[in-house]
């Protein structure tokens, strides 16, 4: 989600063209104000990616975002009001093919229900949720995504798989008010990779307080850890020891920052291993690889020593081989090994 005011059209859409370099398949922005509302044309022609339109309370803004022609709404139709209001949203939507997401929070529930459970319990967010998705299919829109986002990971996670349970609408999953970049990413791995683990999820976003841009980084780790999503070159180093005999903290930095850098698609894995122990045979699994030596690194293909690098030249030839991987030959291979 953008974090740039969404009426400054320049700066929010080169934050969704930063969001989208670093691999968003889809933005949220921002819409509580008029001004808002009447950008969202230039900002849906000029995005790389969808727009989703964030509103809360004015069903006002969710017709214009509509009308502007954003990929999908997100607004809780039981929070804007009159009965015709709700009606108003939902029909527009329904006729222009604007799918929308009921977005239920622990922070934001409705009284009688947060008065009825006390406590933002996992069962107040689904019956959030039912009620809203309730008042859709009154007047017959289905095209939903529906969230129920808890700023408590277990309480998170319970919340998503209940709601799984009792839909099957495609579910946005989320840590929200998750915290810094570091305890952020922890939590949202935890909540977002158990659910994703069972199966549970169709789209993610990773809430920090930091810049936006961390935010898409982590959620592609999350997706590559669990090999779900975009291909990529996955890193795996050793946890050292008093066996390490060189300075692996500096070589995994910067492997791990022009890998980055240079954007690789290749799906491989690479291991950076702090001695012969935890070399080949530790890293056998992986694609390629390093086990550090005194002053030099062995290199690996597939658990089998290919040569040797001086300690100085072990990230050019890390990235060289890398960059002389070549997939189709190497998925090949076992095939003729075999015949």
């Keep these: 989600m953008t974090v740039s005011k969404t009426h400054d059209v320049a700066t929010c859409l080169a934050e969704i063209a930063g969001l989208a370099e670093a691999g968003a398949d889809i933005v949220r922005v921002a819409v509580p104000r008029p001004e808002d509302a009447a950008a969202l044309p230039d900002i849906v022609q000029g995005s790389p990616v969808p727009i989703v339109a964030d509103i809360h309370f004015n069903y006002t803004y969710a017709l214009k975002a509509i009308e502007a022609g954003v990929a999908k709404v997100r607004i809780n139709p039981g929070n804007i009001g009159k009965q015709e209001w709700e009606r108003a949203v939902l029909l527009a939507a329904k006729e222009a093919g604007t799918p929308i997401r009921i977005g239920v929070n622990s922070g934001s529930l409705e009284r009688d229900i947060l008065d009825k459970y006390g406590y933002p319990q996992p ?7 039912l009620r809203h998705v309730e008042i859709c299919t009154r007047y017959g829109f289905e095209d939903l995504v529906i969230s129920v986002k808890h700023s408590d990971v277990f309480y998170m996670i319970q919340s998503y798989r209940l709601i799984a349970a009792h839909t099957d ?20 791995a935890i909540g977002l990779g158990t659910l994703l683990a069972d199966g549970i999820g169709d789209t993610i976003r990773v809430s920090l307080a930091a810049p936006s841009v961390q935010e898409v980084e982590v959620g592609h ?3 590559k850890s669990l090999r779900l999503g975009r291909p990529g070159v996955n890193i795996i180093a050793c946890p050292t020891c008093g066996r390490l005999t060189g300075d692996l903290f500096t070589i995994v930095a910067e492997v791990e920052a022009a890998v980055k850098e240079r954007k690789f698609d290749k799906d491989l894995t690479v291991a950076l291993m702090g001695c012969a122990v935890n070399g080949p ?3 056998q699994g992986a694609d390629l690889g390093i086990s550090l030596g005194r002053g030099r690194a062995h290199l690996f293909k597939r658990g089998k020593v290919t040569g040797t690098v001086p300690e100085k030249d072990i990230v050019q030839a890390v990235l060289t081989a890398i960059e002389e991987w070549d997939e189709s030959e190497e998925q090949a291979a076992p095939q003729e090994t075999a015949r």
């Excluded at 069962?123 to 949720?129: K, R, V």
């Excluded at 609408?169 to 949202?188: D, F, Q, R």
Aim: hydrophobic share 40%; charged share 15%; glycine share 12%.
């Design 221 to 223: 780790a999350i997706l």
């Design 169 to 188: 609408y495609p579910l946005h999953l989320g840590v929200t008010e998750s915290g810094s970049a570091t305890a952020g990413t922890i939590k949202s």
């Design 281 to 283: 045979g530790e890293a």
């Design 123 to 129: 069962e107040a967010l689904l019956e959030s949720a």
